[in-house]
């Protein structure tokens, strides 16, 4: 499957089970003043967990730009030199909001699991045995139970031994210092090789940092809403928020052995190999420097495209910063004397062009922004 088709088939897939399919919200967060920027699929969602404002709807799925550099969801420090974090990625998402005036409404833990367990197995022909799950185990410093309902619930589908109980570091999800929070429940996959599987148990490199024993999705029951003074209150209702990352997705159904090998990097990096003459693989330095700018371009271009130009503050310095690392990169180990970020604009524009088509439109003005901010770094 191609990239297209394996976001595709997720939207089909929750279309099929009654959500409706909503756009991304922009990369860069207006009127929430604990969030620069989108960090997870239910941001957008925020007021409605709260019981701020009813939901509009009670089942949806969407395909949300993220964009994780600061703040409590920050891993771009990590990008370039790992093969599967990335500062703007696609969170793959289906939620339910329940209503705080009836019970039964919306869905919770046994269809959430059931369904992602089928999108998986039976849709993308993932091998059951290479998938490893995390139920929360409780937290007595929080009065948090271990979380029994989602155990029972995978325990009606994968083998028992492949559960593995997780902390509250890694199975109770927070947005940020304050806001909507819950246990959760992540979906582990392992693509090592045959032989490595059976070396080392695949189970006790789950949360490890393997770079392919990763974490491909992430369901949370929204329960609390974590306040100023660090306690945990109960929601009017409880709600799933599920997040699932796109190209490690990819990487997992294209049998590759990292993000930047699936066919969503490799237009760039075959673009910039051309250019600089570089072959990517040559070396652990030039390599590092084509993830880098393949992956910085996303988050530059879109941010951009979604209105905030690099500037002196905030978030436009963040922005900033991550152009400057780019190009400190693309000078230091890939021979690039002139300005050349602003040139990899089109092909992204171009190739996503069906799911984000804002930065088609401005395509012109998003690679001029960024042509000008090169050049004012390096003075060229
Ligand atoms: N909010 C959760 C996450 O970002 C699931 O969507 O991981």
């Known amino acids: 499957m191609t990239s297209s088709e394996i976001r595709k088939t997720f939207l089909d897939f929750f279309q099929s089970k009654q959500h409706t399919i909503v756009p991304s919200a922009p990369i860069v967060v207006k009127g929430d003043p604990t969030l620069m920027f989108t960090n997870a699929g239910m941001n ?25 550099v600061s703040g409590k969801h ?8 790992d093969t599967y974090h990335h500062t703007m990625f696609e ?15 919306g869905y919770f833990k046994k269809e959430a699991i059931a369904w992602a367990w089928e999108l998986l197995t039976e849709v993308y022909k993932l091998p059951k045995d290479r998938l490893y ?23 009606q589908h994968i083998d028992h031994s492949r559960i593995l109980m997780g902390n509250k570091k890694d ?22 090789s045959k032989e490595e599987r059976k070396q080392t148990d695949g189970k006790i490199l789950v949360n490890t940092g393997h770079p392919l024993v990763i974490e ?36 997992a159904i294209q049998q590759k052995k990292s993000n930047y090998d699936t066919d969503i990097f490799q237009p760039t ?29 996303r988050a530059i271009a879109f941010t951009i495209a979604d209105g905030q130009l690099p500037s002196n503050n905030k978030a436009g310095y963040v922005i900033r910063r991550i152009l400057r690392r780019a190009v400190r990169y693309s000078f230091t180990y890939l021979n690039f004397k002139t300005p ?17 088509p804002e930065l088609f439109e401005q395509k012109d003005f998003v690679q001029k922004v960024i042509k000008e901010e090169e050049q004012s770094f390096t003075h060229s």
């Open 44 to 68: 957008q969602f925020k007021d409605w967990f709260l019981g701020n404002q009813p939901a509009k709807y009670r089942r949806v799925a969407d395909t949300q730009k993220c964009l994780r």
């Open 133 to 155: 799950v995390t139920v929360f185990e409780g937290d007595k410093k929080e009065n948090l139970h271990f979380d029994e309902e989602s155990n029972t619930c995978w325990k």
């Open 340 to 356: 050349f970020i602003h040139r990899l604009t089109p092909l992204l524009a171009d190739q996503f062009k069906e799911v984000f």
């Open 171 to 192: 199975n109770f999800w927070e947005m940020g210092d304050t806001g909507p929070c819950g246990p959760c429940s992540e979906i582990h996959v392992d693509l090592r």
């Open 216 to 251: 491909i999705w992430n369901n949370v029951f929204m329960e609390f809403n974590r306040k100023a003074d660090g306690t945990l209150e109960k929601l009017p209702a409880r709600h799933v928020d599920t997040g699932m990352g796109f190209e490690r997705l990819c990487m």
């Open 269 to 297: 990096i075959n673009y910039i190999e051309a250019m600089s003459g570089i072959k990517y693989g040559s070396s652990e330095q030039t390599d590092i420097a084509m993830r880098v700018l393949s992956d910085h371009i």
């Open 91 to 105: 969170m793959l998402g289906n939620w339910s909001f329940g209503d705080p005036n009836d019970p039964n409404a």
């Open 74 to 81: 920050n891993d771009l420090e990590e990008v370039g030199v």
